[in-house]
T-cell receptor, first 115, second 114 residues
Framework: KNQVEQSPQSLIILEGKNCTLQ??????????LRWYKQDTGRGPVSLTI?????NTKSNGRYTATLDADTKQSSLHITASQLSDSASYIC??????????????FGQGTILTVHP | GAGVSQSPSNKVTEKGKDVELRCDPI?????LYWYRQRLGQGLEFLIY????????KSGLPSDRFSAERTGESVSTLTIQRTQQEDSAVYLC????????????FGPGTRLTVT
């Protein structure tokens, strides 16, 4: 069964600090991995998309890594801001067959940034 | 030029009634997805359309749920004989194509079944 597991479930940090969120997946065959940010009451917004051949991608203060061999990804947030408080969701897309285009979502990590 | 829109934004219905949720994707996006998000839970895939066809309906939780898409545009998600466990936010997303293309999400419809 395709699964995506994220850790930690929740995280509290002080403004200005860095943090790293983890994602492990068992989705197969793998197509791509995405990180989304979801503010409370809003739809998710894409931060990064990585394919099999990419092992790092940055979007401003967000840097995602991917190790396709170990099926692990991380999202590193640098110099956190209060507006970074949100749920961060790891999403893996399968390729081929009836699972083409279907995304498997992790449960998310709830990040709270305190002043 | 607007993003994905969904209507209604909120729906309160009595148990046993049917409801219809609407999604208007971004113009030109051939792929459309429906997800469900229960309170405090992650997103749950329901169904995906490529054009007007649904190659993957595996996420629909029961035969009370159905969806259709017409004109490679608007999609409706219908829930018959609603149950309290159907209460959730229903999110729609669209993308230029399946797989690698970025999905753009609508604001969701919050469904409450009393």
């Amino acid at each position: 069964k395709n699964q995506v597991e994220q850790s930690p479930q929740s995280l509290i940090i002080l403004e200005g600090k860095n943090c790293t969120l983890q994602c492990n997946y068992t989705v197969s065959p793998f197509s791509n991995l995405r990180w989304y940010k979801q503010d409370t009451g809003r739809g998710p917004v894409s931060l990064t998309i990585m394919t099999f051949s990419e092992n790092t991608k940055s979007n401003g203060r967000y840097t995602a890594t991917l190790d396709a061999d170990t099926k692990q990804s991380s999202l590193h947030i640098t110099a956190s801001q209060l507006s970074d408080s949100a749920s961060y969701i790891c999403v893996v897309s399968a390729s081929g067959g009836t699972s083409y285009g279907k995304l498997t979502f992790g449960q998310g990590t709830i990040l709270t940034v305190h002043p | 030029g607007a993003g994905v829109s969904q209507s209604p934004s909120n729906k309160v219905t009595e148990k046993g009634k049917d409801v219809e949720l609407r999604c208007d994707p971004i113009s030109g996006h051939t792929a459309l997805y429906w997800y469900r998000q229960r309170l405090g839970q992650g997103l749950e895939f329901l169904i995906y359309f490529q054009g007007n066809s649904a190659p993957d309906k595996s996420g629909l939780p029961s035969d009370r749920f159905s969806a259709e898409r017409t004109g490679e545009s608007v999609s409706t998600l219908t829930i018959q004989r609603t149950q309290q466990e159907d209460s959730a936010v229903y999110l729609c997303a669209s993308s230029l194509g399946a797989s690698i293309y970025e999905q753009y999400f609508g604001p969701g419809t919050r469904l409450t079944v009393t």
